[in-house]
């Protein structure tokens, strides 16, 4: 039975852009549920953590509409 991971906050060092992903599935896709480099000034890596309460409640209504 496939388990999600847990929901994470990927966050550039650079330009401070962040973004949640609360994945559905094990299979992740980068860009979608994974983020290996800013999307905005494409550095390379990405500090990432686990997400909170907040972050994941903002995710999953961003999502939504």
Do not use: N
């Amino acid at each position: 039975m496939p388990i999600p991971p847990r929901p994470l906050t990927f966050i550039c060092p650079r330009c401070a852009w962040q973004k949640t992903t609360v994945p559905l599935s094990d299979a992740l896709e980068v860009g979608r549920d994974l983020y290996v480099q800013c999307p905005k000034c494409k550095h390379e890596p990405l500090e990432g953590r686990l997400a909170t309460q907040a972050e994941i409640l903002k995710a999953k209504l961003v999502s939504f509409f």
